[in-house]
Nanobody
Framework: QVQLVESGGGLVQAGGSLRLSCAVS????????MGWFRQAPGKEREFVAA????????YYADSVKGRFTMSRDNAKNTVNLQMNSLKPEDTAVYYC????????????????????WGQGTQVTVSS
């Protein structure tokens, strides 16, 4: 069973930065494409960013492009999401997800093709 544990969430003022991390417990981490999703209260889950198996490719939702950067370290079994210039509308619970076969390369990915999910970490951006 693959386990994902997010960390790094918190409260930050608008314009500030946070760095989320996701630790993945598996001996075959490089076989998983990874994604970040978020869900705000009363809203559906939405795609944020994804990184390919090797880390050579990354894809971002238009709403975060230019502000967020996703990376992975296959030696440490971790993925990170560096979030800069945060806005109040970025407030949500952020989830990382892993997929053996699916890499998100389109805006409205529902996340249904991901195999494993973390428990989420809260990000709150005050105005």
């Amino acid at each position: 069973q693959v386990q994902l544990v997010e960390s790094g969430g918190g409260l930050v003022q608008a314009g500030g930065s946070l760095r989320l991390s996701c630790a993945v417990s598996t001996r075959t981490f490089s076989e998983y494409a990874m994604g970040w999703f978020r869900q705000a209260p009363g809203k559906e889950r939405e795609f944020v960013a994804a990184v390919s198996w090797s880390g050579e490719s990354a894809y971002y939702a238009d709403s975060v492009k230019g502000r967020f950067t996703m990376s992975r370290d296959n030696a440490k079994n971790t993925v990170n999401l560096q979030m800069n210039s945060l806005k109040p509308e970025d407030t949500a619970v952020y989830y990382c997800a892993a997929s053996l076969t699916h890499y998100s390369d389109y805006e409205n990915d529902s996340g249904e093709e991901y195999d494993y999910w973390g428990q989420g970490t809260q990000v709150t951006v005050s105005s």
